[in-house]
């Protein structure tokens, strides 16, 4: 039972360039969705998906682009990466029920020099 | 729309001591309140989670969190310090999970715990 997997879990990237967080669960959930941690901020949602084919903005997705082509799979993509977009990145999942748990990943510890 | 406040960024304890952790919520619907735990370089963890049923929820080691609506409270406590309590602390509101699309969480600043020995 894997749960929500996160790949990679570290990255160290240069500034200007791309990569995608890729995100993966196995539990069917419906929800996805990506928060960025950083030091005295807590945990801010950038995307969310209620679904395959539908995403929309959180609080900080300027810079991040997502799409959800299958339930499984919800890939974030840094478009040029800057070194305001160092941070711990979680995914999340879940369904819409009673007494469902917002499962999140390892986290992908992301630097940008 | 939502919000939370965790009071104090660090909280130190005595070992065998009392743990409060304060978290207050602001929110325009019927919250749902969860707290997290993470360890260093680790992920989160669900400690515990307030669905609207009983206001005095027990989660898992020892901790427990009160929903007072009154104060739009949702303090964490643990009667006694272990060091393995060592870790941050994160309070977090969403809207009704029962509803699609409002299972966005918004999250405190998060409480670094500190346990002496």
């Known amino acids: 039972n894997a749960g929500v997997t996160q790949t990679p879990k570290f990255q160290v990237l240069k500034t200007g360039q791309s990569m995608t967080l890729q995100c993966a669960q196995d539990?069917?959930?419906?929800?996805m969705s990506w928060y960025r941690q950083d030091p005295g901020m807590g945990l801010r949602l950038i995307h969310y998906?209620?679904?395959?084919?539908?995403?929309d903005q959180g609080e900080v997705p300027n810079g991040y682009n997502v799409s959800r082509s299958t339930t499984e799979d919800f890939p974030l993509r840094l478009l040029s990466a800057a070194p305001s977009q160092t941070s711990v990145y979680f995914c999340?999942?879940?369904?819409?029920?009673?007494?469902?748990?917002?499962?999140f990943g390892e986290g992908s510890w992301l630097t940008v020099v | 729309a939502q919000s939370v406040t965790q009071l104090g960024s660090h909280v130190s304890v005595s070992e065998g001591a009392l743990v409060l952790l304060r978290c207050n919520y602001s929110?325009?619907?019927?919250?749902?309140l969860f707290w997290y735990v993470q360890y260093p370089n680790q992920g989160l963890q669900l400690l515990l989670k307030?669905?609207?049923?009983?206001?005095l929820v027990k989660g898992i080691n020892g901790f427990e969190a009160e929903f007072k609506k009154s104060e739009t409270s949702f303090h964490l406590t643990k009667p006694s310090a272990h060091m393995s309590d060592a870790a941050e602390y994160f309070c977090?509101?969403?809207?009704?999970?029962?509803?699609?699309?409002?299972?966005?969480?918004?999250f405190g600043q998060g409480t670094r715990l500190t346990i002496n020995p």
């Open positions: 929110s325009s619907v019927p919250p749902y």
């Open positions: 998906s209620v679904g395959a084919g539908i995403t």
């Open positions: 977090a509101v969403s809207g009704n999970l029962l509803i699609q699309g409002a299972q966005k969480l918004v």
């Open positions: 999340a999942s879940s369904w819409t029920g009673t007494g469902n748990t917002i499962y």
């Open positions: 539990m069917n959930h419906e929800y």
């Open positions: 307030y669905t609207s049923a009983a206001t």
